[in-house]
């Protein structure tokens, strides 16, 4: 199955270190797997370190500011 990013939108850090980004995400294959529900948004955390090539890239892209600006994390 293969995967493509839709869009993203809303990131947030997701910790004080800075190196994960929670944003909603819409991915091509969650309409295939019924997600459907929040307009086929979903909560997807990009890790700097991923060992996804597609997490890396949505976190250097979000840092990059093209999700709009990250908001501050606040806390657990």
């Known amino acids: 199955m293969t995967?493509?990013?839709?869009?993203?939108?809303n990131p947030v850090w997701s910790n004080a270190e800075q190196t994960a980004i929670t944003l909603e995400c819409?991915?091509?294959?969650?309409?295939?797997?019924?997600?459907?529900?929040?307009?086929g948004y979903y909560p997807f955390t990009a890790d700097k370190n991923d060992v996804e090539s597609h997490g890396k890239q949505i976190?250097?892209?979000?840092?990059?500011?093209?999700?709009?600006?990250?908001?501050?994390?606040?806390?657990?």
Request: hydrophobic letters at 40%; zero cysteines.
């Open 26 to 39: 819409k991915f091509s294959h969650y309409a295939a797997m019924g997600m459907t529900e929040n307009d």
């Open 3 to 9: 995967m493509t990013l839709i869009d993203a939108k």
């Open 59 to 76: 976190y250097a892209n979000a840092v990059n500011g093209d999700y709009g600006t990250i908001a501050a994390y606040t806390g657990d």
